[in-house]
């Protein structure tokens, strides 16, 4: 076999936009997320999240958006916080870079059932923009109590707002994408975000070298 021609092969499959919608959970409903399935530690966490006021954007929200998945999943994304679409549903990732992010996971031998994906904050900020310091700061610990539920053995931070945020630091996400680091003793892998792969084509190839390289920690076949 032809491996360079089986990567690109597989990197088609991965990105290509006229293969349609990607199949997502479906534990979700049209204005929330149903929160079913979840062990009586995240359930918990789930009802704090759900009611919480504790920065601005509680106000311009529709729904919070806790995040969905396995529970006890091996491997977690995060990225930096809802779109519209996600603001709608209250579900992580189901617009168009939700659908990218599908077929990413995909391409690793996964579905989205089997990882956990959440942001780094739970509700939309304004237009879309980043959310501010104060912001992340307020709502960071509902992420890391999920962490330290599901205890991942490897975190893909997706995009350089979630990679800064976790690892504390002020370096682009093109100085620290590729690269491992730990965060609590977990393997951290910051990578770049759907959305930007979406405007930024060329950039889906270094994107898939960093998911084989997590590919490999975990043993799944490539």
Not at 131 to 140: Q, R, V, Y
């Given at each position: 076999?032809?491996?360079?021609?089986?990567?690109?092969?597989?990197?088609?499959?991965?990105?290509?936009?006229?293969?349609?919608?990607?199949?997502v959970?479906?534990?979700?409903?049209?204005?929330g997320?149903v929160?079913?399935?979840?062990?009586?530690?995240?359930?918990?966490?789930?009802?704090?999240?759900?009611?919480?006021?504790?920065c601005?954007?509680?106000?311009?929200?529709?729904?919070?958006?806790?995040?969905?998945?396995?529970?006890?999943?091996?491997?977690?994304?995060?990225?930096?916080?809802?779109?519209?679409?996600?603001?709608?549903?209250?579900?992580?990732?189901?617009?168009?870079?939700?659908?990218?992010?599908?077929?990413?996971?995909?391409?690793?031998?996964?579905?989205?059932?089997?990882?956990?994906?959440?942001?780094?904050?739970?509700?939309?900020?304004?237009q879309?923009?980043?959310?501010?310091?104060?912001?992340?700061?307020?709502?960071?610990g509902?992420?890391?109590?999920?962490?330290?539920?599901?205890?991942?053995?490897?975190?893909?931070?997706?995009?350089?707002?979630?990679?800064?945020?976790?690892?504390?630091?002020?370096?682009?996400?093109?100085?620290?994408?590729?690269?491992?680091?730990?965060l609590?003793?977990?393997?951290?892998?910051?990578?770049?975000?759907?959305?930007?792969?979406?405007?930024?084509?060329?950039?889906?190839?270094?994107?898939?070298?960093?998911?084989?390289?997590?590919?490999k920690?975990?043993?799944?076949?490539?």
């Amino acid at each position: 076999m032809d491996i360079l021609k089986d990567v690109y092969g597989v990197e088609f499959l991965l990105f290509d936009e006229k293969e349609g919608h990607s199949r997502v959970s479906e534990n979700s409903s049209e204005t929330g997320y149903v929160a079913e399935d979840m062990n009586r530690e995240m359930q918990v966490l789930f009802d704090k999240v759900s009611v919480c006021v504790e920065c601005p954007l509680h106000k311009t929200r529709s729904n919070v958006v806790f995040g969905e998945g396995n529970t006890d999943a091996r491997l977690m994304f995060i990225g930096e916080g809802p779109g519209a679409e996600e603001d709608r549903q209250g579900r992580p990732f189901v617009g168009r870079a939700g659908q990218l992010l599908t077929k990413m996971i995909n391409a690793m031998g996964l579905e989205r059932e089997d990882v956990f994906i959440a942001n780094i904050v739970k509700c939309r900020p304004p237009q879309n923009r980043n959310p501010f310091k104060d912001e992340i700061s307020t709502c960071i610990g509902y992420l890391y109590k999920q962490i330290e539920i599901i205890k991942p053995e490897v975190i893909i931070s997706l995009g350089g707002v979630a990679a800064q945020a976790l690892l504390n630091t002020e370096k682009g996400i093109s100085r620290l994408r590729g690269k491992f680091t730990e965060l609590n003793g977990i393997k951290l892998m910051p990578t770049f975000h759907p959305a930007y792969l979406l405007r930024n084509p060329k950039m889906k190839r270094p994107a898939w070298e960093d998911l084989q390289e997590v590919m490999k920690i975990l043993n799944l076949k490539q």
